[in-house]
């Protein structure tokens, strides 16, 4: 699958599509599967209840985890856009929800749910530290979260010749952490209790502090 971008409304780069999670390309096959198997081990530690997932794209990891957790709540949002809403088409769950809404000023209760999570959403975002306090806002437990671990990220990129008039800067990409910058950012919402390196992402579990 070539890799294309959405936009917004205003026509704003706002994410990029590629299927990463069907690719048959066989690096990014194994890339992917140490990325998976990190995901499910800190979601496996949660144990979600109830789950917000900010940012779910067209519904491919949500609408595995609404059927691993049963007749528990899980809701799902993202952007207006034909792709993402033709993925929720096709991933329905009894217990799975999708909304239409932007990540910030989340129209949820105070600790609504037991998990929230953004997995490769936070690069995206306008305001990512208001989005990650409301995310803890509504999450009662528990943040789990990813983003590419940079420079790698671009060093990367251009070392396969790709966006190189960007410096390696992925479409979309308006946010740049590394390991330690990114655990630096949760830390003010709770106790980073794994901060994990699947090549070449970061990955964060973090107990909310309620």
């Known amino acids: 699958m ?5 936009t917004d409304a205003e026509g704003v780069v706002t994410g990029n599509t590629y299927d990463k999670y069907g690719s048959t390309n ?19 530690a949660a144990d979600p209840q109830s789950l917000l997932d900010v940012g779910c794209g067209e519904g491919v990891l949500i609408h595995e985890w609404a059927q691993k957790l049963g007749d528990k709540r899980v809701v799902g949002i993202d ?8 993925g929720w088409a096709q991933r329905q769950a009894p217990n799975l929800e999708y909304r239409i809404m ?11 749910f037991d998990v929230a999570t953004a997995i490769e959403v936070l690069e995206h975002v306008p305001d990512p530290a ?9 999450a009662s437990r528990w943040l789990l979260v990813s983003v590419p671990r940079e420079p790698l990220w671009r060093g990367l990129n251009m070392a396969r010749g790709a966006y190189l008039k960007d410096l390696g800067n992925t479409p979309g990409h ?28 970061t990955m964060l579990l973090v107990r909310l502090a309620k």
Not at 102 to 112: I, Q, S, T, W, Y
């Open 79 to 86: 952007l207006e856009e034909e792709s993402i809403q033709a």
């Open 130 to 138: 208001h989005t990650v306090a409301e995310m803890a806002r509504v």
């Open 26 to 44: 066989p690096v990014v096959k194994r890339l992917m599967a140490n990325f998976e198997s990190t995901l499910d081990e800190l979601f496996e």
């Open 2 to 6: 070539t890799p294309s971008t959405t």
């Open 174 to 201: 308006i946010n740049h952490w590394s390991k330690r910058s990114f655990v630096q950012l949760l830390s003010q919402h709770g106790e980073v209790v794994q901060a994990r390196s699947p090549f070449p992402w």
């Open 102 to 112: 932007k990540a910030e000023d989340l129209p949820f209760a105070d600790g609504e």
